[in-house]
């Protein structure tokens, strides 16, 4: 009787940590960290980095220390990812690739986006 018992709380916990478990392929790119993750099982997409580079620069511009210790303030910096996100974007983005494998060239694009937007 406890092999029994044993044997279902083994198959119950299988059939729960699959069902939890979320391939990287699923994950809907929110953050930057995101982007790393879904590669390391499929492409991202352009849009999938700028997204997650945006909010990594807003994540950048919301840490009131970083911002002081650059001389600027959290607004100023807001403003400025405000005004020049659609100009970088396409200037860095625009004429590339739609899709991305490699974290070397997707750690790049991102680099470049953050110095363009002056976060």
């Given at each position: 009787?406890?092999?029994?018992?044993?044997?279902?709380?083994?198959?119950?916990?299988?059939?729960?940590?699959?069902?939890?478990?979320?391939?990287?392929?699923?994950?809907?790119?929110?953050?930057?960290?995101?982007?790393?993750?879904?590669?390391?099982?499929?492409?991202?997409?352009?849009?999938?980095?700028?997204?997650?580079v945006t909010e990594f620069a807003m994540t950048m511009c919301n840490d009131s220390g970083f911002q002081l210790s650059a001389g600027e303030t959290t607004n100023s910096?807001?403003?400025?990812?405000?005004?020049?996100?659609?100009?970088?974007?396409?200037?860095?983005?625009?004429?590339?690739?739609?899709?991305?494998?490699?974290?070397?060239?997707?750690?790049?694009?991102?680099?470049?986006?953050?110095?363009?937007?002056?976060?």
């Amino acid at each position: 009787m406890k092999y029994v018992i044993l044997l279902i709380l083994i198959g119950t916990g299988y059939y729960l940590y699959e069902k939890q478990g979320v391939s990287s392929s699923e994950i809907d790119v929110k953050t930057h960290r995101d982007i790393y993750l879904k590669m390391e099982s499929s492409p991202v997409s352009k849009e999938e980095i700028l997204v997650g580079v945006t909010e990594f620069a807003m994540t950048m511009c919301n840490d009131s220390g970083f911002q002081l210790s650059a001389g600027e303030t959290t607004n100023s910096c807001i403003n400025k990812l405000d005004n020049f996100k659609s100009m970088c974007s396409e200037r860095i983005f625009g004429n590339g690739a739609q899709f991305y494998t490699e974290k070397a060239k997707v750690t790049s694009l991102a680099k470049r986006f953050i110095n363009c937007v002056g976060t």
